[in-house]
């Protein structure tokens, strides 16, 4: 496990946040990791950057629709996007485990601000074809699949290990408050300046990160003997495969990302034509998953982390399973805000649980396999179910996906032990 860098262990003179149960030590032990400085810059920036991510993805969504009206192209497009991960992060996860994370992530960041600006070339001359999207979303995938294991393999070095959950969850807050600002942004922005202005605001928004990282200063990985890429990556997945425990949260992670987010990419099926409807209901389940973070993110590290994740996953799929099958209403709003809130304590705590388990001079290779279970899932899950789509029905096949995530749940809480008593 990562030991803090120098600069980032705690001072003395700082309160636990643990160590009080009332008033104002309940707020420091809900944000614990907001007390470091380089974390606090890192997660404002990328809480930016974010935002930007949002208002582009509800705008490129309805792009697509209006240009081809097809469902297969909105999975096909998410799939385009998420394919570089399961091709280049494991060799992303080495990359990390050898450079400078920053900057690694400065180069990730450049590269998908220059797929966001020629997309805003393309609206703005009113020139862009659907296989333009698709084209700059696979490249946009493609520094992600390198910038992904950097970031998650900096993060412990920006915090001590113990406040190593609150940091997890407080990045998933960022990322999904963003997610339930930005979609709103998003639809303002586009019903008032276009589809242009939101690839734009998209484009700026990188380079907070870049200039918030050009300015940090922490140590690279430590010195180790190199050896080839691929002797290196196989240690890594020897690691994982003889942890029980770690090839078990990867499972569950694939699971999660292939069968539950679907319903995510797929909601502006359920909202036909209306841009405010899905501006609302991408809102109301950001709104949900910040919750579900901030949960986390105040339970910290906790006895039985690993049976509380499973319970979790096996109401959510109950959650999604009803949304659709219900009509778009009151409750799909109830339903969206709880299963945002289920989603992000699964993503939370299941991330917080790999964490704890690698060891450091792994940590590159083996969080980039779980990235690879965890965001690979998104595209083939996207294409499968929009394959399935377009030959039923959105809500058949979102609510065969929720049951399904039960199910898997509910036998590794049953027949997985090593997961179970995490």
Request: aromatic content about 10%; charged content about 10%; some cysteine.
């Amino acid at each position: 496990m990562a030991e803090p860098v120098a600069g980032a262990s705690r001072d003395a003179s700082r309160p636990d946040p643990a160590a009080a149960p009332t008033g104002p030590a309940l707020l420091l032990r809900l944000i614990a990791a907001f007390t470091f400085a380089r974390f606090r810059n890192m997660w404002l920036a990328a809480f930016t950057s974010a935002i930007g991510t949002w208002v582009q993805r509800i705008a490129q969504q309805w792009l697509i629709l209006s240009l081809t009206g097809s469902a297969f192209f909105l999975g096909l497009d998410t799939f385009l996007a998420e394919l570089p991960l399961l091709l280049f992060t494991l060799i992303g996860g080495v990359v990390a485990d050898r450079y400078d994370r920053r900057h690694l992530l400065m180069g990730s960041q450049g590269l998908q601000m220059a797929s966001a600006v020629t997309l805003t070339a393309l609206v703005f001359f009113d020139v862009v074809e659907v296989w333009h999207i698709l084209a700059l979303s696979f490249v946009a995938g493609l520094a992600q699949a390198f910038g992904g294991p950097a970031f998650q393999s900096l993060v412990p070095s920006l915090v001590p290990r113990q406040h190593l959950p609150n940091a997890v969850a407080l990045n998933s807050i960022q990322f999904n408050l963003a997610q339930m600002i930005g979609p709103a942004i998003g639809g303002v922005v586009m019903v008032g300046l276009g589809m242009a202005a939101c690839f734009g605001l998209n484009s700026l928004s990188f380079l907070v990160v870049i200039v918030v990282l050009a300015l940090m200063r922490v140590p690279p990985p430590a010195p180790a003997t190199r050896q080839r890429i691929l002797t290196e990556l196989g240690s890594g997945l020897a690691y994982v495969r003889r942890s029980r425990a770690l090839l078990g949260l990867t499972a569950l992670a694939f699971a999660t990302t292939s069968l539950a987010l679907p319903i995510r990419a797929f909601l502006p099926v359920f909202a036909e034509d209306d841009v405010l409807l899905l501006s609302r209901m991408m809102t109301t389940f950001g709104a949900g998953a910040v919750v579900g973070a901030l949960v986390v993110a105040w339970l910290g590290r906790f006895d039985h982390m690993g049976r509380a994740l499973l319970l979790t996953q096996i109401v959510f799929g109950g959650i999604v399973a009803a949304f659709a099958l219900l009509p778009i209403g009151g409750a799909s709003y109830v339903l969206l805000f709880l299963g945002g809130t289920a989603l992000l304590m699964i993503f939370s705590l299941t991330n917080s649980l790999v964490q704890l388990t690698v060891p450091d001079e792994l940590r590159g290779r083996v969080i980039s396999i779980y990235l690879v279970a965890f965001r690979g899932g998104m595209p083939l899950g996207s294409l499968v179910s929009g394959t399935f789509i377009a030959q039923y029905s959105a809500p058949a096949v979102i609510a065969v996906n929720g049951c399904l995530l039960s199910l898997v749940a509910a036998l590794f809480l049953l027949g997985h032990r090593q997961v179970r008593e995490l």
